[in-house]
């Protein structure tokens, strides 16, 4: 932990910021515009893609809003729709996973630009549909379709099934993938340096921004990194249990302000509790 005044915060969203309906309450709200109004530098650090976090950049309309989307592979200046860093996984190699994945039965995802192509139609895939619309394709043959770099692969496994699929994708692609996740039901896979903590690395030193001024919250496997870099780290009580157990700090479950609280916690004057 840190003295030093917080000049940037980076919020992951889902079970983290939103509550469990999706919506952003007032009083987190209220907190965030604090932090802009201060000239704080705001970052929505997401495993969503950019079209599934523009919509709540309305909740501070006219704001300077950074997006580290796809767990930091995609940076997004404020008001720009076209990332300024990207990290994205090899087009040949991003086919090889997704083809072996295939082969095993493995339900795909693959986050290419602003689409989200998938390998078969299932429920997951309909509500995608319902929310983001053409944004979505089937790909029967999900490789041959790659022929761009994957911003982010996801493999959907039962929970029971995921340990021993992270490790097969670990042994076949090592240091070739970042692998991590944000539900227990998924793998997320994005290439080497694609986090959410490198991610804050590189806007910090876009900014001129000591990481002793970065404070960081999340709540899953994927925002460990951010958490553990920044000078000032902090989870959700409704954290994944191996979060909780090395975040420096834990702070109130998502559905009760735990974000306000943080953010409080760093904005209160000096000597106050």
Known sequence: MTDLPVRMLALDMDGTLLR??????PRNQAAVAACLERDIAVVLATGRFYPGVTPYLNCWPGSPIWVAACNGAL???????EPFSTRVVDPSLARAVVA?????????????DDLVLVNRMTEETRAF???????????RDLAAALQRGAAKILLFADVNEIPALERA???????????????????ELTAPGATKGDALRTLAERLGIDRRQVAAIGNERNDLSMILWAGRGAT??????AVR???PRVVGHHDADGVAEFIESFLAPPGAV
């Open 245 to 247: 157990e090395v975040a």
């Open 100 to 112: 072996w994945a295939g082969a095993q039965g493995v339900y795909v995802k693959v986050y290419v």
């Open 20 to 25: 469990s309906d999706e919506t952003i309450s």
């Open 169 to 187: 994708v670990c042994a076949r692609w090592g240091a070739g993938l970042e692998v991590t996740g944000s539900e227990p039901y998924v793998l």
């Open 75 to 81: 940076l997004y200046a404020p008001g720009e729709d």
């Open 236 to 241: 959700v009580q409704n954290a994944n249990a």
């Open 129 to 139: 549909m319902r929310r983001y619309g053409p944004r979505v394709r089937v790909e």
